[in-house]
């Protein structure tokens, strides 16, 4: 069996122990004479589940205990919408915007208040973070949204925002799980489950408990579908109406592989950290590709690059599929490539791309 080297920003890798083990208990799930895909949500078996990968997710992230877990379908999208619904109460909000993703979280809270852009890094193409020291932060904000990694930029903050009184909430699709994080710095974070923890078809959202029962100026509680209501699906412990059963199931595998595998988040940071300086050393030590992210906000999740022409790129692209590392074209916006090199890549995978990428280099250049 050839798997290949999946570089995709997502959907994207799982680790093959993961797989491997969802495969040993697909058919017979703990004896259940069952598979967690047709399980009911309100068996025994699948209580366990949800409550063991609640309680993992909390020890791996170290989730202090005034704040909710909660599973939710909608992707991370959805969350864009969630939070100004949830969290907007005196109608405006301040939005950094370092890329496509959190462009579109402002362009939905403007449906519900005013979502103030209070920095861009729109100006140089989104390659560098703004200085969150330096930005004019409105004291009635009812919150500060960033996206902490920018995927499809290839871009992370270094530095947070941090304002007395004002929530900060943060989507960390791209970078959850990747490095230990100080969740009491946010009020919520949240990320679509389908880069670095499982399968497409959830998010999770971290919430500090303070937040819940609010709702946008100008509507009540109430009036807040239910389904995209924080406060009704986190005090159902999720289990409101039916949970993306499956999803919850893989999180909770992959929370015990990052426990007990891998050896917790510093030492996955750690594994990261030395597979992104593979990657961005050799793209230093050349000319034929370039990185254009300003170097102090690289991120380590996403990795861009361009060769010197856009026909090269494509040539570049069809050549490592044939050898092995596929999606490695990037987004549309960028052109180029983008490596999304996520927990589950293994540090192989990068040095032997590496290694492609000088052959194809000296090739061509
Ligand atoms: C992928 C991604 C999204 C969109 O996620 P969906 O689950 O497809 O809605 C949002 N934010 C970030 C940072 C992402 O990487």
Redesign the pocket.
Known sequence: MARVYNFSA?PSMLPEAVLRRAQAEMLDYQGSGQSVMEMSHRSKWFDAIAVNTEAAIRRVLNVPDNYKIGFFQG???QQFAMVPLNFMTTGKADYLVTGN?SKKAAEEAAKFGTANIVASSKDKNFTYIPDVNAINYDKDASYIHI?Q?N?IFGTKFKEVPQVDGVPLVA?M??MICSEPVDVSKYGCIYF?V??NIAPAGM?IAIVREDLLGQSAKGMTPEQIPTMMNYTTLLNADSMYNTPPCWCIYMTGLVMDYLEHDIGGLAEMKKINEAKAKVLYDYLDSQDFYTNPVQHAYRSMMNVTFTSPSAELDKAFCAAAAEAGFVNLKGHRLVGGMRASIYNAMPPKAIDELVQFMEKFRKENQ
């Open positions: 997502g992707g991370a999208t993703f996206c990694n995927t989507d699709s791209s679509g389908q880069k998010a």
